[in-house]
């Protein structure tokens, strides 16, 4: 039989803890110096509980000051369109892209001339000591398209461009103006006050040969410097500046190639630089340390200033010249970027022919006929670049075509109605790895359907997830002077930029410049089939590509 006592347990079993725990109690009131007080560990937990606690409210403080104290950064609110206008004035072949005001949006500057700048800013010729009319330099807010900054800078602009790095020794990039007064003056973009000025001494009845080169540094200023091409008569004449004060390294050297020549700086993959020149028909290769030679007089000491033993192989030591597979008159070079550099598209007037950046061994060749622009870049497949060529293929009528860089070979290609001085095409790139193409002109469904008058200006998009359809976005009745398009805050904030009026060698009139928001445009864009109608109607097609995303780099 169960015992009484755990009879008495297994009924109150809490009974009997209690009884054991009051049990164990009297004999440590009776054996104090066997039992000890738990004091030390009721402490420490004590102070774990307090350390817990008072964590916890420095959270909250930090979430809460963050939350409703601390104001965040307040975005800039970008207008889905803007339009600035400049009275009795004419513009320049000119229109860089940065972020001026370093707000991370891109802003715009471009070039004017007229007798007064700008109302906001009141600042005339007399103020930098000029005749008047003169050219005004002015940088204008992506966002809102306020004037940022404006200053006269020279009686008539020759040349510009921004984006050089170091100019001046700056930590910004700054803009280099060359006046057609004999005024070299570098301009600190983001204030727009001039870091230096020189006067150069090209001599007289001088052709400026552009773009200006930035090459690296040469005379040991920490800072890169500048190589800017002339032509008198029939020799090129070769300067170089110091890109911190402007002065002149060595003094000018001469290379008898002709009037015509236009060249290309390209960085081969042991990391020697090489100027390619293309007269008429003819290509000519020499290396940067042979230039610097000529124009100082000394050997180079830079690393990069240095020859590449596979381009050599193929300049003729004695005339620089480069055979080339193909004959016909030159018009365009452009590099196009590889994983292991850069390849080399030569555009000639009935012909493109790709060289290889290593060894300047032909490729592959495409026929093509009268071209009207500098090719632009884009991707028609996801990460396979691919060329845009626009070429004449009749009176007011060009061709369109997209085409592989790696083989040559057509991709898409599309005829247009087109008026003499049509804006080049333009990209951008999307975040399907593809890109975005705009072309302007007139499309017609039958080429047979071209009309006497003028062609009508309009801007198309093309989108290459969708073949047989283009966009009609806008149109223009303006001269167009540049046009682009740009992402004017990173991934996003899609436009383009029209500048217009008349060019410094017309009677002077209405100068503008505008930005368009390109979602705006899509909404009210028409649909034009380029053949069979597929199976989305138009407003799917808008609707997607109005909801397209893109991203500033692929």
Same mark, same amino acid.
């Given at each position: 039989?169960?015992d009484?006592?755990?009879l008495?347990?297994?009924?109150?079993?809490?009974?009997n803890?209690d009884?054991?725990?009051q049990?164990?109690?009297?004999n440590?009131?009776?054996?104090?110096?066997?039992c000890?007080?738990?004091t030390r560990f009721?402490?420490?937990?004590?102070w774990?509980?307090?350390?817990f606690?008072?964590?916890?409210f420095l959270?909250?403080i930090?979430?809460?000051a963050?939350?409703?104290?601390?104001p965040c950064p307040?975005?800039?609110?970008?207008?889905?369109?803007?339009?600035?206008?400049?009275?009795?004035?004419?513009?320049?072949?000119?229109?860089?892209?940065?972020?001026?005001d370093k707000?991370?949006?891109?802003d715009i500057?471009f070039?004017?001339?007229?007798?007064?700048?700008?109302?906001?800013?009141?600042?005339?010729?007399?103020?930098?000591?000029?005749?008047?009319p003169?050219a005004?330099?002015?940088?204008?807010s992506?966002t809102?398209?306020?004037?940022?900054?404006?200053?006269?800078?020279?009686?008539d602009?020759?040349?510009?461009e921004?984006?050089?790095?170091?100019?001046?020794?700056a930590?910004?990039?700054?803009?280099l103006?060359?006046?057609k007064?004999?005024?070299?003056?570098?301009?600190?973009?983001?204030?727009g006050?001039?870091?230096?000025r020189?006067?150069?001494n090209?001599?007289?009845?001088?052709?400026?040969?552009t773009?200006?080169l930035?090459?690296?540094?040469?005379?040991?200023?920490?800072?890169?410097?500048l190589?800017?091409f002339?032509?008198v008569?029939?020799e090129i004449?070769?300067?170089?500046?110091?890109?911190?004060?402007?002065n002149?390294?060595?003094?000018?050297a001469?290379?008898g190639?002709g009037r015509?020549a236009?060249?290309l $700086?390209?960085?081969?993959?042991? @990391?020697s *630089?090489?100027?390619?020149?293309h !007269?008429? #028909?003819?290509?000519?290769?020499? %290396?940067?340390?042979d230039?610097y030679?000529?124009?100082?007089?000394m050997e180079?000491?830079l690393?990069s200033?240095?020859?590449?033993?596979q381009?050599e192989?193929?300049?003729?030591?004695?005339?620089?010249?480069i055979?080339?597979?193909?004959?016909g008159?030159?018009?365009?070079m452009?590099?196009?970027?590889?994983?292991s550099?850069?390849?080399?598209?030569?555009v000639k007037?009935? $012909?493109?022919e790709l060289l290889? @950046?290593? *060894?300047?061994e032909s490729?592959? !060749?495409? #026929?093509?006929?009268?071209?009207l %622009?500098?090719?632009v870049?884009g991707y028609?497949?996801?990460?396979?670049?691919?060329?845009v060529?626009?070429?004449?293929?009749?009176?007011?009528?060009?061709?369109i075509?997209i085409v592989?860089s790696?083989?040559?070979?057509?991709?898409?290609?599309?005829?247009?109605n087109s008026r003499?001085g049509?804006?080049r095409p333009?990209?951008?790139?999307t975040a399907n790895?593809?890109?975005?193409?705009?072309?302007?002109?007139?499309y017609?469904?039958?080429?047979?359907e071209m009309?006497?008058r003028?062609?009508?200006?309009?801007?198309?998009?093309?989108?290459?997830?969708?073949?047989?359809?283009?966009?009609?976005?806008?149109?223009?009745?303006?001269?167009?002077v540049?046009?682009?398009?740009?992402?004017?805050?990173?991934s996003?904030?899609a436009?383009?930029?029209?500048?217009t009026?008349?060019?410094?060698?017309e009677?002077?009139?209405?100068?503008s410049v505008?930005?368009r928001?390109?979602?705006e445009?899509i909404?009210?864009?028409?649909?034009m089939w380029?053949?069979?109608?597929?199976?989305?109607?138009?407003?799917?097609?808008?609707?997607?590509?109005?909801?397209?995303r893109?991203?500033?780099?692929i």
């Amino acid at each position: 039989m169960m015992d009484s006592k755990d009879l008495e347990a297994e009924i109150h079993p809490l009974k009997n803890e209690d009884g054991k725990a009051q049990e164990n109690h009297e004999n440590c009131t009776e054996k104090e110096s066997v039992c000890k007080k738990p004091t030390r560990f009721a402490q420490l937990s004590r102070w774990r509980t307090a350390s817990f606690f008072l964590s916890l409210f420095l959270c909250l403080i930090v979430v809460f000051a963050f939350s409703f104290i601390i104001p965040c950064p307040v975005r800039p609110l970008s207008q889905k369109t803007w339009h600035r206008k400049y009275e009795n004035a004419v513009t320049y072949t000119f229109l860089a892209v940065e972020d001026v005001d370093k707000d991370k949006v891109q802003d715009i500057i471009f070039a004017f001339r007229s007798t007064n700048g700008s109302s906001s800013f009141n600042r005339s010729c007399l103020d930098e000591g000029l005749s008047t009319p003169c050219a005004f330099i002015v940088a204008v807010s992506g966002t809102d398209g306020s004037t940022l900054w404006e200053r006269p800078v020279t009686e008539d602009v020759h040349w510009m461009e921004c984006g050089i790095e170091q100019l001046g020794g700056a930590q910004s990039p700054g803009c280099l103006v060359l006046g057609k007064s004999e005024s070299l003056t570098a301009i600190n973009s983001q204030t727009g006050e001039a870091l230096w000025r020189q006067t150069n001494n090209f001599g007289a009845n001088y052709t400026l040969m552009t773009p200006l080169l930035k090459i690296p540094d040469v005379d040991g200023d920490g800072v890169q410097d500048l190589m800017i091409f002339t032509t008198v008569r029939e020799e090129i004449k070769i300067y170089i500046h110091s890109g911190k004060n402007g002065n002149q390294v060595g003094f000018p050297a001469q290379l008898g190639l002709g009037r015509k020549a236009v060249y290309l $700086m390209y960085a081969t993959k042991a @990391g020697s *630089n090489y100027l390619l020149f293309h !007269t008429v #028909n003819s290509l000519y290769g020499y %290396s940067l340390k042979d230039l610097y030679s000529m124009a100082t007089g000394m050997e180079p000491k830079l690393v990069s200033l240095k020859q590449d033993p596979q381009w050599e192989k193929k300049i003729e030591s004695s005339s620089h010249h480069i055979s080339l597979l193909s004959s016909g008159d030159i018009r365009y070079m452009v590099k196009l970027p590889r994983r292991s550099g850069e390849d080399i598209l030569v555009v000639k007037s009935d $012909m493109a022919e790709l060289l290889s @950046g290593q *060894n300047l061994e032909s490729l592959w !060749t495409l #026929n093509t006929s009268h071209i009207l %622009s500098k090719p632009v870049l884009g991707y028609y497949k996801p990460d396979v670049l691919d060329i845009v060529l626009e070429s004449t293929v009749g009176p007011n009528r060009k061709k369109i075509m997209i085409v592989e860089s790696g083989s040559g070979a057509v991709q898409w290609e599309l005829e247009l109605n087109s008026r003499a001085g049509s804006p080049r095409p333009a990209t951008l790139p999307t975040a399907n790895h593809r890109s975005t193409f705009f072309f302007w002109g007139e499309y017609q469904a039958e080429a047979n359907e071209m009309r006497s008058r003028v062609p009508f200006q309009n801007l198309y998009l093309f989108h290459p997830s969708y073949p047989n359809a283009l966009l009609e976005l806008a149109n223009s009745t303006e001269q167009i002077v540049v046009f682009d398009a740009v992402l004017f805050e990173r991934s996003r904030h899609a436009c383009y930029v029209l500048l217009t009026g008349p060019q410094s060698s017309e009677e002077p009139g209405v100068v503008s410049v505008m930005k368009r928001k390109l979602k705006e445009d899509i909404n009210d864009s028409k649909v034009m089939w380029l053949g069979q109608v597929s199976g989305d109607s138009e407003q799917y097609i808008k609707d997607r590509l109005y909801r397209m995303r893109f991203q500033s780099q692929i």
